[in-house]
């Protein structure tokens, strides 16, 4: 009783501040969903999405979340802007062939999603790292069977931008996969063959520090990404099946470019997921 009435003090006197719109309001933990790793937990990206981030957004915010939805491009993942008929190529994936197989992504790069993705990445909110996660590997299983990849890499950041950083957001959102996966592989009571992929954090290096994405146009972006990247030289990716993750997908130059230099390494296939899909 003691323990119930100080936490509804802390509740009312110290209210939560939204990390979407700023504002105050009160979030209740014991009327909080407990994230599982059941099946049932990873039907509904958007149900997914309030569960995570009920702690960290009002109600508002928490309804702005835009999950990506059919129809899309089957390739590159695109949102086409009718709402009617099948998932299919899009124009640019025919013009200029991929050098993945698909990308998919949780939601659409706008509104409360991005403001989550700037409070984490350029506001140091490393609280947001590990239900970001759940959220990013929720929509990992919706997409993949966990035993058809053997690698994930997280895209990786110039050694002096790390520095600046601190932190790799994209390595921050696959860190724990491995026991995520376990948890989930028994959850499903072992309908999950294997979970054996690993975290390849050094399979692929910046080897050239370039200008910032942000504010160019698709050819500049290509352009300016050129040749930036290596495969590590103590890792192997011959004949490995790759997960490439990265925080957002906008033109897709920086993630096409790494999967080409990921199959020029050797492997055998290159998938792409990311938390956000630019509109």
């Given amino acids: 009783m003691l323990n119930r009435l100080i936490r509804i003090l802390k509740e009312a006197l110290f209210p939560s501040k939204c990390m979407?719109?700023?504002?105050l309001f009160h979030f209740s933990v014991n009327s909080?969903?407990?994230?599982?790793?059941s099946a049932e937990t990873y039907e509904s990206e958007t149900a997914a999405f309030e569960k995570l981030m009920a702690p960290f957004l009002c109600s508002d915010c928490l309804s702005n979340f835009l999950p990506v939805e059919s129809p899309l491009c089957s390739v590159c993942g695109f949102v086409f802007e009718s709402r009617e008929g099948n998932d299919h190529i899009c124009g640019n994936c025919i013009e200029q062939p991929k050098h993945f197989g698909k990308a998919r992504a949780v939601g659409l790069y706008d509104r409360t999603l991005m403001k989550i993705i700037h409070s984490f990445k350029y506001k140091e909110k490393l609280q947001l790292a590990?239900?970001?996660?759940?959220l990013l590997f929720s929509i990992f299983v919706q997409n993949w069977n966990i035993d058809d990849i053997d690698i994930?890499?997280?895209?990786?950041?110039?050694?002096?931008?790390?520095?600046?950083?601190?932190?790799?957001?994209?390595?921050?959102?696959?860190?724990?996969?491995?026991?995520?996966a376990e948890k989930?592989?028994?959850?499903?009571?072992?309908?999950?063959?294997?979970?054996?992929f690993e975290i390849g954090h050094d399979a692929l290096c910046r080897t050239i520090r370039t200008q910032p994405q942000t504010g160019l146009g698709r050819k500049k972006r290509m352009e300016n990404i050129r040749g930036a990247f290596s495969v590590g030289a103590e890792?192997?990716?011959?004949?490995?099946?790759?997960?490439?993750v990265d925080d957002v997908y906008t033109t897709g130059a920086t993630i096409n470019e790494?999967?080409?230099?990921?199959?020029?390494?050797g492997a055998s296939s290159v998938d792409v997921l990311t938390l956000a899909r630019a509109v």
């Fill in 20 to 23: 979407g719109c700023g504002s």
């Fill in 32 to 37: 909080a969903q407990r994230w599982d790793h």
């Fill in 235 to 244: 890792f192997k990716v011959t004949g490995k099946r790759v997960l490439l």
């Fill in 152 to 180: 994930i890499v997280p895209v990786p950041l110039h050694l002096k931008r790390l520095r600046d950083r601190g932190f790799n957001q994209a390595y921050l959102l696959v860190k724990d996969w491995p026991e995520i």
């Fill in 258 to 265: 790494c999967a080409k230099t990921i199959l020029g390494g």
């Fill in 184 to 196: 989930f592989k028994t959850e499903q009571k072992n309908k999950v063959e294997c979970c054996n």
């Fill in 130 to 134: 590990k239900p970001l996660e759940d």
